[in-house]
Each structure stands twice: as C-alpha cells, then as structure tokens.
C-alpha cells in the first residue's frame, strides 16, 4: 500500500507541476504538417475550427488497446469527460459530456438510434484502425446521433510505394494470479500491396478472451443479458481495395465483418450490495444462445481533391448488425405470457436486426475573387430498417421501424486579418420519416394493446456557428454554437406502450430530440507545452433518459428537460528530460433534468449514473526515447451524491469513487516490437461506477471492476 502511495504521490507531483493534457492529442511535431479531421467534413486543418477536437494517432491507440482491449477503453482512458467504461458488450450508460456519442468508420455510422443496442463500440477490431477522431459536444456534422459528440474511427491508409507490406501481431493476456480461464490471446495479420494505381490492404483477427478476475481474486460477474467481453472469441476480417483515377482522384471499396460471441461457460452468482459483496461467475452453462455482436459494413468512396479546384468526396455505404442478447426466465417478466407457457416458466431471448444503408456527396473550395472565404457543399441520405425479435419464440418486441433522413447541408468558413482571425458557420436541414406498422405490444405491458402505426414526419433546421482567434501561431480562442440531432430510442418506447388508443402517428414520445452545445475555449500549442481548457453547457427542451422503474425491470425511456454544463481542462509538458511527457487533465460535469410531473419545465433534480460521468482527474508520465517507450498513467473517478425523485428506486445515493493505474512498456527491436502492459497495477478493488450508480441495490448486476492483469505483445511490421 506505502509503494502504491508514493506511485501515485510521485506521478501526481510531477503531473501537477507542469500542468499537462492526456486527452488532448500529442503536440505537433516540428515539420509536420496540419491536422485535418475527416469527421468535420472538411479539409481546412483543425484549428480552423471553432470546436475541441482530439486526434489519437495510432502509436497511442495501440497503446491504450493493449492496456485495457478495445477502442472504447483507449477512448475513455484518453478522455476525461467520457464515462468510465463497464468492461462489458454493452456500453449502456456511456456517454460524452453527458450525452450519447455517434460512432463512426471512416464517417459510417455504426449508432442505430432506433433501438440503442449500445453495442456500437465493438464493430471493427482495433487492429484494423488507423485513428480515432473525437469531436466534442452535440453537432450535425454527421447527421444523426452526434449529440454527444462524434468518435470516428479511420482504417488504415493503404500502401503508399509499390510492393509488399505487413504487419503481424501476437498478443497473450492473463489475470495476476494466471488462473487457467483468465488466460486469453490475440492473433491478426495485415498485408498491403501496390502496383501502379491498383493497391489492396486484407487482414484477419481472431482473439480468445478469458475470465475477468477482481482485485480481491474473484471472477468478475456476468452478464448473461446484455453480453460480455470477459469469457468470448472474436473474428474480424476487413479489406480496402483502391484505384488511383488520376493524380487526385481515387475510387476506394472498404469492407468489414466483425463478430464478438460469449463462450457461455459461466453462470451468475448473486452478490449482496449492503455488506459490498459484488456479484461473481460460477461454471454453468446458461439457456438459450450466447449473446453475440455481428457487424457487417461496406462502403465505396470517390474522392478527387483538385475537381473544378475543390474537394470532392461521394460516398455509398451499407451496414448490417444483429445483436443477439442473452435471457433468462426470471427475473425478465416482461417475455412472460401465460398462453404460451405457465407463469414465470416462459424462457425467451431478444435480438436487434438493424440495416443501414445511405449516401454523402460533399464539395468545398475557395470561393473564386474571394479565396478568404471556404464553403463546404452537401447532401447526405441515411435509410434505416431496425426491429428487436424474441428468437426463442418468434415474438416481435420492438415493431420493424423505418427510418429516412434527407438533409442538405452547407458549411462556410472565413479568414481574416491573415487567418489570425476566423468566423465559421453552417446550416443542416434535416427531412425524417418514421414509419411503423400496426403492432400489439407484448402480454407483459398490462396484457398488452393495440397500437395503430404511422408514419410521423419531422423537419428541423440545425445551425452551428462560431468564431476563432489565432493571434499567435498556436495560441488561439475560440466561441460556438452548435445544435445536434437525434431521436429517442424509439425501439424502447413502442415497445413499452401500456395503454389503449395509441397512434403513432401523433405519439409526442417519438418526436426527436433536439440538442445544442455552446462552448468557450483557449488552446496553447507551443514550444513544449500543449495546453487547453473549455467551458460547455448544453441543453435539451425534450431530453431522452434511460429510467429503471425497479430492481431487474427493463429501462425505458423517459422524455424531460435535460441541462448539462461542464469544464474541461487538458494540458501537456514536454519536460528538459529527453523523451519524458508529463500530463493531465481534469473534467468537471454537472447534469440536471426535470424529475417532477408537475408541468412546469424546470430543472430540479441530478441526472444518474445511466446519463452522466462522474468527475474525473486523469495523469500521466510518457516517456519515448530511441527504442524504449513506457507509459504510467492513473485516471481518478471523483465520488459525488445523486439526488432522484422522491419515491423512484432509489430517492438518495452516492457514488464512492475510486482509482486506477495502468502501465506500458515498449521496446523497439530489428525483429518487431515487444510490449508489456499491465491494467490496475496496484490491483484496486472496486465497485464499478454503472453498478454503484445506476444498480445500487440488485444483488445480480453488483459488478466489481477488473482487478490486475498482464498483456504481452509481438508487433512485426514489414
């Protein structure tokens, strides 16, 4: 305990006193040229824009992926204002800045906001993943779903010289204790190949997941429903074949399949949340099929960036998911029904089925006379057919739901006084059609209704805008408005209808959610020092929440005023030790809703666990010097109260808060690089926040944190 003490002391010492970033992206190499976020829609570099943006290059994210397994753990890891992941399939819960991110590859939206199966941050295997863009705050840059923020996954660039390339990973991991089931591996292979303007990059990933232990030695518990990481295979296969048109212009086919599938070796041991004793797996084998996450994606890109002068991008894309969750026949009343089997012998299962398929068209350039000023022209079409079946039993949960969305947009961008300063702005006006057809809900929801479908239509004109001052390269400050677009989880509340005489044509909690982002914020990006703060607030006039009425019932959806607010503070120092970075970064968020049915629109109670991150202070020492790297880092999740409703499950509660520290070692050989990365090295025991928050009191989802365990890889590039 005195050696993690003065770990922690030590690296908190050095982290404070030179006020660094670990969310920020790494400071700008001399020489290297601007960063251009693809997410954005545009080519004018980032800080052009009046937004916080992150860029975690692929050095980091390998990093982080082999700390703690997967994009959604280097994300949060990296992000203060990002919610502490669960460890499961399901990222329920998860949030950026209070709200929901829209996941992307390469611009494809992996989010089906119908019905939010939150398995969307496991649809491609990080292997295959060049960078992830993050864009903060609600926004329409991408359509539907950004109200949050957006987390753009980019593939790999194909090979840039004619020939052959590679790269090969092994990896191995294991719990401290190297328990025979905690024992997991990764294998994946990537091969490259160019020859004049023809080039082709395919690569295949299998990994083996083991047990998750606890850091009192304990299986962590599972999660027969919503699905596990712990305990699981994968396959991930992925190909991009390009040809060159002409010196600017490129035809590009990308293709993924991604499947994650539980093994099904374990069954749930209740734990008891009064004497903090968290829920365990013992050996059994639970009904029916275990749960599983299948992503197929395609997609076929013409960019030609010196057309007429601009920037010319024209994408197609198509993605299929199916989200098999696991079932239980108690305590899931809700399959329960008693004409087709006696009370609570009823065993049933859900899975989503969601298809997408669309197109982006995007044109910008210079104005011409007026080259101060970049307009961005475009047009993108989303179509969307999700439904949640009953598998065991052929019943249909959540009806078949169509979703189309037409939305032109325009972006323009102004620089003055030699870009010291700009003023940016845009407009996107969204054209939706909902379309269900007649349904009866199941005989749970009160014997079960009737409902007349429709086909609701919505429109609504987005507006962002925003100014940036640069009066010193790399010191600027920027102030925006931004507005995102989504609609509530539409899934969750047709299925959910508990009374006679609903049409949807007219049903007020489907009408979509509508949600702004203003921010202030200064950034510094000089010498050694890469250093920012923002200040947002946001809200939302008809908010969507995820609510649990009691222990063990479905969540559902809640329509109320939501009001979010926060500080973000990242900084970074390259310190006169060659090779040594110190950093940190801190986010503050406060999230208020209208808990009381009164009429009267005012904020006046806390959002919970399910809707909002807790506070959080992340540091971390960096060190890269020849063919050594190694990385500390600690994120402390700050304890805070929540107050509910009165008479809701529970009215009163408190999230203890706690730490974690990871390490990662690299050595660079002629032969391929070694890592050695550990997660919780001072094998912290906890209580994780989603259970302390959102299931204070159910014996069967008391999950502790994973406690300490040890990645070693092989990474050989050719």
Do not use: C
Request: proline share 5%.
């Amino acid at each position: 305990m005195s050696i993690r003490s003065s770990v922690l002391l030590a690296t908190t010492a050095l982290a404070l006193t030179s006020l660094p970033a670990l969310a920020q992206s790494q400071p700008a190499v001399e020489g290297e040229g601007p960063i251009i976020v693809t997410a954005a829609r545009t080519i004018l570099p980032a800080n052009a824009l009046p937004l916080t943006i992150d860029v975690i290059d692929q050095e980091t994210l390998n990093q982080q992926v082999a700390i703690g397994g997967s994009i959604v753990d280097a994300v949060s890891a990296l992000t203060p204002s990002f919610s502490p992941t669960r460890q499961k399939l399901s990222g329920a819960g998860e949030t950026l800045r209070g709200r929901s991110p829209l996941y992307a590859i390469n611009g494809i939206p992996q989010t089906a906001p119908l019905r939010d199966g939150a398995r969307d941050g496991f649809s491609i295997d990080p292997f295959f993943i060049d960078r992830v863009e993050l864009i903060y705050g609600s926004n329409a840059l991408q359509g539907i779903g950004g109200t949050g923020g957006i987390v753009n996954q980019v593939t790999v660039a194909p090979p840039q010289v004619d020939g052959l390339t590679g790269r090969v990973l092994v990896q191995g991991n294991a719990d401290t204790g190297f328990s025979g089931d905690g024992i997991g591996g990764k294998v994946a292979g990537l091969i490259g190949w160019r020859s004049g303007p023809w080039d082709a990059t395919v690569g295949a990933a299998y990994e083996k997941r083991g047990a998750f232990y606890d850091g009192h030695g304990n299986r962590v518990g599972t999660d027969l429903t919503q699905g596990e990481t712990q305990d699981s295979r994968s396959w991930s296969l992925f190909g991009r074949f390009g040809y060159a048109l002409s010196d600017t212009a490129r035809l590009d086919l990308t293709l993924s399949r991604f499947q994650l599938k539980g093994e099904g070796d374990y069954l749930t041991l209740d734990g008891n949340p009064a004497i903090d004793l968290p829920t365990t797996s013992v050996r059994g084998t639970p009904p029916g099929v275990p749960a599983t996450n299948r992503t197929e994606s395609a997609a076929l890109t013409l960019t030609d960036s010196n057309l007429w002068g601009g920037n010319f991008i024209a994408q197609l894309f198509f993605n299929r998911s199916r989200d098999t969750y696991g079932g239980e026949v108690a305590p899931i009343a809700t399959f329960q029904d008693t004409a087709i089997a006696p009370k609570d012998t009823l065993f049933d299962q859900s899975q989503n089925r969601s298809r997408k398929y669309g197109g982006k068209i995007s044109y910008e350039r210079a104005m011409p006379g007026f080259e101060a000023l970049t307009a961005v022209l475009g047009f993108d079409a989303l179509y969307d057919l999700t439904e949640q079946r009953l598998i065991a039993t052929g019943r249909t949960w959540v009806p078949p739901t169509d979703y189309r969305s037409l939305a032109p947009f325009a972006q323009f961008n102004l620089a003055l006084f030699d870009k010291k300063l700009r003023l940016a702005g845009g407009i996107r006006y969204e054209d939706v059609r909902i379309h269900i057809d007649d349904y009866r809900t199941l005989a749970s929801y009160r014997g079960g209704f009737n409902v007349a479908g429709g086909t609701p239509t919505f429109s609504d004109t987005l507006f962002n805008g925003g100014a940036i001052l640069e009066p010193w390269d790399g010191i600027r400050a920027y102030a925006s408005y931004a507005e995102g677009y989504t609609v509530p989880d539409v899934g969750r509340i047709a299925r959910a209808v508990d009374r006679a005489g609903v049409d949807i044509d007219n049903y007020v909690n489907i009408s979509p959610i509508v949600s702004n982002n203003r921010e202030i914020g200064v950034e510094m990006k000089r010498g050694p020092v890469d250093a920012s703060a923002a200040y947002f607030w946001s809200t939302s006039k008809n908010g969507s929440l995820l609510v649990q009425s009691s222990v063990g019932a479905p969540f559902e959806i809640q329509r109320q005023r939501v009001e979010i607010q926060g500080l973000e503070l990242n900084l970074s120092v390259k310190t006169p030790l060659p090779g040594l970075t110190l950093s940190t970064g801190y986010a503050h968020l406060i999230g208020r809703t209208d808990g009381s049915d009164n009429g009267i629109d005012k904020v006046d109670r806390d959002l919970d666990g399910a809707n909002i991150s807790p506070d959080r202070l992340n540091i971390a020492a960096s060190y890269a010097q020849g063919p050594l790297s190694a990385r500390i880092q600690t994120q402390f999740f700050l304890s805070r109260q929540f107050e509910r409703t009165p008479g809701a499950y529970p009215a009163l509660y408190r999230f203890d808060g706690y730490d974690v520290t990871d390490l990662s070692l690299r050595y660079q050989t002629r032969f391929g690089a070694l890592t050695l990365a550990a997660q919780n090295i001072f094998d912290t025991f906890y209580i994780d926040y989603y259970s302390q928050t959102v299931r204070p009191t159910d014996n069967a989802h008391y999950y502790a944190g994973r406690g300490r365990n040890f990645t070693l890889s092989w990474d050989y590039r050719f």
